[in-house]
Every structure is written in structure tokens, then in C-alpha cells.
């Protein structure tokens, strides 16, 4: 097991776009292993593959509604979202801002376990906003994408100190 390096925006590799897992080996499991151990390293609520630099499709969850939601999702699929509401949000890869975006606090999705074998899940509240979170990082979509333009702007200003600071350092 290891913890693994999470991609940072405007990382390019951010923007791509996963492929579903067709083989369900022991390569997929200890991907699986690794995201689960980097998401309980930096205590956060989900974590894609994108963002670990991996193309298959698969993320991980914290369930803070209900314990028993599975934790890996193997090729998630969205079946269908109810009950809109601003959530705020937060994403490791753009670790510098925060901001409200409209979720659907009701979901219903299917993805596999790592052993291969089919699920479907109902989710609420915050299990439901992170699986929708993950599962735009695994087209390539960003949580910021989905903000105001006023908020957005705020997000680039922020961005560009980090970058200014981080090159002062270098
Ligand atoms: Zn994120």
C-alpha cells in the first residue's frame, strides 16, 4: 500500500477522461488499496483515479450519512438524482478554494465492486454530493467549472498567488 501523489490544478491530466475497467486483477485492487489509504491519509470525503494519474475508472468514497455505502466504485454509472440544493464543496486538487454548487442530495447509482460484481446504491446528502464529485473528475470536469463567474474569478486570483508562491520557493 501506498499513499499517492494527488494531481493539483490546472494540471492538464485533470481534464481527461477515464476508461472503464474491464479487467478486475490484482493491478485494480492494489489501485483500489492506494486511493483508499491516500483518501483516509488527507481525511478527505472521495478521491478518482484521475486524480492519482490513472485512466481506469474507479473512485473512492467516505460515507459520512451511511456507514454501509461501499467505499471503492468500480465504472460508477449514474441511474438517476433527485432533490437539488446548494452544497458547498471542496476537492484536494484545488486546495486553495471552496464553493457552493447545486448537487442532487438523492441518487441512485450502479458501479462494480474490485471483485467485478454489480451494485446498485441509493445515496443522500453528502454520500450522494461526493459520488456526483468523483464522477465528474472521471470526465474530466472540475467542481469549479460548476461555480458563478464572480466565484470563478475569485478561484483564478487564488490560483495564481499559489502559483506566484510556489515559483518563489523553486
Ligand atoms: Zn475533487
Known sequence: MAILDVLRHPD???????????DFDEGLRALTEDMLETVDHHEALGLSSIQVDDRRAVLVLTPTVDPSVPRVWVNPELIGKAAPGFVEESCLSIPE???????????????????????????????????????????????????????RFRVRAALRKRLREETAIA
Do not use: Y
Not at 14 to 20: I, V
Not at 108 to 122: C, I, K, Y
Open 12 to 22: 492538464p491530466r485533470l481534464r481527461l477522461t477515464a476508461d472503464p475497467v474491464r
Open 97 to 151: 478554494v471552496a464553493g457552493n454548487v447545486i448537487r442532487s442530495t438523492r441518487m441512485l447509482a450502479r458501479a462494480q465492486h474490485v471483485s467485478g460484481e454489480t451494485f446498485e446504491w441509493e445515496l443522500s446528502g453528502m454520500d450522494a454530493v461526493c459520488l456526483q464529485h468523483e464522477m465528474d473528475h472521471l470526465v474530466g470536469k472540475l467542481f469549479i467549472d460548476r461555480l458563478s463567474i464572480f466565484k
